[in-house]
Each structure stands twice: as structure tokens, then as C-alpha cells.
T-cell receptor, first 111, second 113 residues
């Protein structure tokens, strides 16, 4: 069983749509949860970071963590063409340990 | 120049060649990393350096040889690579090792013929 499962997509949505990106994980030791965004021909950049179950909002982005179900999501409201990128979920067992990444979901937002 | 800079952006090499990838960070960070990114696979950590000392080698074949002369520069020396080594090689840095916020360069797209 893979430690992290992420639907690779590709996912294509119209501008203004609500996007839901998801990852499941099997390692109950994961305590820190992240979403990275990677534009084409660029390296990933940290988008959201949280360490507790529940929701964390930042502008149009909401990160949701459900530790009991081992499931995290990233919601994008009012999606824009500039949101077109690959989104990587990432996990960390303890502060200072290595990050474990998902395969990434490629998102295209069409104008 | 700011951030993390990687050169070259693209590299094509034969299996008998020797080449080097270069990374430079202008963020004043103390930890630097090499990651490998292959299509349809998760980012794979290769090496970690803390204050120019290697702290992690993730069972990487010896045909990949890292070098960290100081906290700002990181190299990956390549020799006798295999076609399956073709991938995007990403350099990253963080203030301290193991931080969740990594700053990545744009990567070197490597093709081994």
C-alpha cells in the first residue's frame, strides 16, 4: 500500500469553479500537512501548511484535514486561470523529519 | 538575484559522460537538498546538507555524487548514468533541516541517452 495516494488527474475546470484536490495517507504518524503548488517549468512552492484537524483558510484557498479518516483536501474557490498548476500534497511526521510527497494533481482552469 | 537558482535548465548526456548540476541559494539558509522528480512519481529526496555537512543520503547510487562547498552552493556530479535517471532534478533550501517550508529552484531537466 502506498503511503500517500493522490489522484494525478489531469483535472480541467472552467474559470470560477470550486476545485477540490484530495490526498489520502496510511501513516498515522503524520502530524503536519502541506500543499505545494508547482507551475510548469518551475519548482514547487509552499501554499498551505497546517498541523491540526479541521479547516484553515487563506484567501480563496482552504486546507482541510481529517486525521481520523487520514484524508486531506485543498479547496480553491472562484478558480482562476492563474491557478493552473500541479498541486502536491506533503506530509511530515515530526517537525524536522523529511517530507513525504504525493504524486501531484495537474489542474487546468479554462477562461 | 534572489531565491534558489539552478543551472543548467536542460541537460542531455550520454551514459559515459560526466556532468555537474549547480545550485545556488541567496536566502541565507543553512540546509540544502537535492530532489528527483519523475513523471507520475512523488518527489524523491536524494541528499540533505546542513551547514555544508551531509546529513542524509537516501540510498542514492554512487553515480550521483553531491558536493556542498559552503551553505550557499550545492552541486550534483553525474557520471555513467542510466536512461532511467532521466528526470527533473530539483534543488531546495530551508532555514534549518526538516523545515516544512522548502524553497525550490526551477530544476534541471536531465535526459540520459
Amino acid at each position: 500500500q502506498k503511503e500517500v495516494e493522490q489522484d494525478p488527474g489531469p483535472l480541467s475546470v472552467p474559470e470560477g469553479a470550486i476545485v477540490s484536490l484530495n490526498c489520502t495517507y496510511s501513516n498515522s504518524a503524520f502530524q503536519y500537512f502541506m500543499w505545494y503548488r508547482q507551475y510548469s517549468r518551475k519548482g514547487p512552492e509552499l501554499l498551505m501548511y497546517t498541523y491540526s484537524s479541521g479547516n484553515k483558510e487563506d484567501g480563496r484557498f482552504t486546507a482541510q484535514v481529517d486525521k481520523s479518516s487520514k484524508y486531506i483536501s485543498l479547496f480553491i474557490r472562484d478558480s482562476q486561470p492563474s491557478d493552473s498548476a500541479t498541486y502536491l500534497c506533503a506530509f511530515q511526521e515530526t517537525s524536522g523529519s523529511r517530507l513525504t510527497f504525493g504524486e501531484g494533481t495537474q489542474l487546468t482552469v479554462n477562461p | 538575484e534572489t531565491g534558489v537558482t539552478q543551472t543548467p535548465r536542460h541537460l542531455v548526456m550520454g551514459m559515459t559522460n560526466k556532468k555537474s548540476l549547480k545550485c545556488e541559494q541567496h536566502l541565507g539558509h543553512n540546509a540544502m537538498y537535492w530532489y528527483k522528480q519523475s513523471a507520475k512519481k512523488p518527489l524523491e529526496l536524494m541528499f540533505v546538507y546542513n551547514f555544508k555537512e551531509q546529513t542524509e543520503n537516501n540510498s542514492v547510487p554512487s553515480r550521483f555524487s553531491p558536493e556542498c562547498p559552503n551553505s550557499s552552493h550545492l552541486f550534483l556530479h553525474l557520471h555513467t548514468l542510466q536512461p532511467e535517471d532521466s528526470a527533473l532534478y530539483l534543488c531546495a533550501s530551508s532555514q534549518v533541516p526538516g523545515e516544512e517550508k522548502l524553497f525550490f529552484g526551477s530544476g534541471t531537466q536531465l535526459s540520459v541517452l
